[in-house]
């Protein structure tokens, strides 16, 4: 038997490594320690199983254990730079992670999200830019947006602050929507100046002043777009109110790309009828006409894969379809475009029922809650339980896509009864997929999320299909909003929720809906 020591910086530092993390010989106790620390760092989070199977319990755990694999601690290991902040490696990559890993860390790792963030501003610091992926200390491909910058607004708006310096951040993520690097294939943001002077990034855009793909225009305007959004969150929290104007105005960009008159499509051999539905984000060029894609496109429906690493479309791993519905920032401006709350509902049903989503694609999480802004949280409690265990479970496939930490924490968010809209501090709210949830918050209390049965009898809240919120209380106290803040998570309470088979009213009305920057409370109250 031997024990292997590994080090990036040198064979003494190797041995000392293993020395350090392994001690002694004896197998079966570093496999007990092992075990005992992965028990500690889940124990963070106690459900009731009760009435769950055991597939279940596993794709649960199993998923917040892979939540938790990386990005990987490397500090004192870093080859590149001399630095006295922690450095960790593997972010693989944050347009996978930073819409529910992150979030997820946030509450039942704040420490470790907190070191992360020190390191991704540490790599601002010493290589000139934010990372979108990084691996093995070196640059990996930027899918879309630069949403570290989202990575970065979240932990700001929920008040990391353990060694954070907030200024250098703020630069970091200015530098972003600022400054066009030489290759934005592997950080920053590309076709910067067009962005700034047309507010979308023109399909034929050619003259700029780095290099990259000129491909993903639709995809990368909406990113962009949000990330600005989450810049000027940050903007306000450090009271720079010009900077706060700039970037909410250029959040609304996204309607650039919105063309009414577009139609749905059939696809190319006829097999799939188009809807009825017309308006989607479509492609723009240079002179301000529209360009073209299907809008079915590189969905599960019509050639999927063609959207990945091609260079030629607008959108990336995702159809226009499924673009269309990303506003997170102005959800309520959206739910406009597409002629109000009960034409959006039944887009977006028609949406998750038609084939065209693809919940392998991180970008597909967001959307089964997305029904909370239409007031028809319920809708979101039957696509979760769609999807769980249909997709999520602990067969040989039980992840519908590349894991990248991202499948894990959405597993593990629908099992808990919440999902954060990144960037924002808001978590909407669905019932547990246990009866009863609770979390160990930083100030050492529990925040506890609790189904209590059947609305008008008692009983197991888990049968008769009792998965929709007919009444909650926060606390004791009647509770009618559709989502909750990250005070919940960092203070602790109990949040109780009487279940029926039948949608509700709960959680319908429009002062109990999430927030958008177009609405009177706004986001940025």
Known sequence: MARVGISF????????????????????EVVQASEEIWREKLSVVQVDPTGISENLLKTFWSGLYRAM????????????????????????????????QHPLLTIVDPATQTR???????????????????????????????????????????NLTEGIDWDLGYEAVVSDAEVEPKDWTVEGRGNVESWHKLGYIPSDDRDTPGSGPKTRTVSRTVEYAYDDFAIALMARGLGKKDDEAKYLERSKNWKNVWNPEQEDQDEADGSTAASTFKGFLQPRLLNGTFDYQNPRLCSPIYEQHRCYFDTQYATYEGSPWLYTFYVPQDMAALIDTLGGKEAFTERLEYL????????????????????????????SSYWVRQYIPSQFNSSTNGIPGNDDCAMGSFTTLAFLGFFPVAGQDVYLLTPPLFREVSLR??????????????????????????IYIQSARLNGRPYTRNWITHDFFYNGGVLEFDLGTEESSWGTRDEDLPPSLSTASGLLR
């Open 9 to 28: 910086m040198s064979i003494s530092q190797a041995c000392a490594n293993a020395e350090t993390e392994i001690p002694d010989f004896n197998f079966d």
């Open 69 to 100: 694999l990386s990005p990987e601690d490397y500090t004192g290991e870093n080859p590149l730079w001399e630095s006295t902040e922690p450095y960790f490696d593997s972010f693989y990559c944050i347009w996978d992670s930073f819409r529910a």
């Open 116 to 158: 992360m963030v020190r390191t991704l501003i540490d790599v601002y610091k010493n290589a000139g830019k934010l990372p979108d992926c990084r691996m093995s200390f070196t640059k990996g491909y930027t899918q879309g947006g630069s949403n570290a910058d989202v990575v970065l607004a979240d932990a700001f708006v929920k």
């Open 352 to 379: 998750h029922s038609s084939g065209i989503l693809y919940m392998g694609n991180e970008q597909s999480f967001l959307p089964t809650f997305q029904f909370h802004y239409a007031g028809r949280p319920a809708l």
């Open 441 to 466: 918050t930083p100030t050492g209390h529990s925040a506890t999320i609790r189904n209590v049965g059947t609305q008008g009898r008692g009983g197991d809240s888990h049968s008769d299909g009792a």
